[in-house]
């Protein structure tokens, strides 16, 4: 799915090494009908890892997160 929605700061191209919590912004939720959704701040230090929340602590205690992985994937995984 490709969306293009308006309004938000966020929602773009991010550059190697950038924050990839700017990949999505609150517009992108709204546009598939997730409401509630705000500037996201990342619950993570790792480089190969953002956990983006938009609402509440994380997604495990009724919030809206978006987890962007990448890099080794095994490595990730362990």
């Keep these: 799915m490709y969306l293009t929605p308006t ?6 191209t991010v550059a190697r090494g950038g ?3 700017g990949l999505l912004g609150p517009a992108y939720f709204a546009a598939v009908g997730v409401t509630g959704a705000g500037t996201p701040t990342r619950n993570s230090d790792a480089p190969t ?3 983006c929340v938009y609402s509440g602590i994380s ?6 997160e978006f987890d962007a992985l990448f ?3 095994v490595a990730t995984y362990e």
């Design 7 to 12: 309004g938000g700061a966020l929602g773009g």
């Design 49 to 51: 890892d953002a956990y």
């Design 71 to 73: 890099g080794d994937p």
């Design 19 to 21: 924050d990839m919590c």
């Design 59 to 64: 997604s495990a205690t009724g919030g809206i």
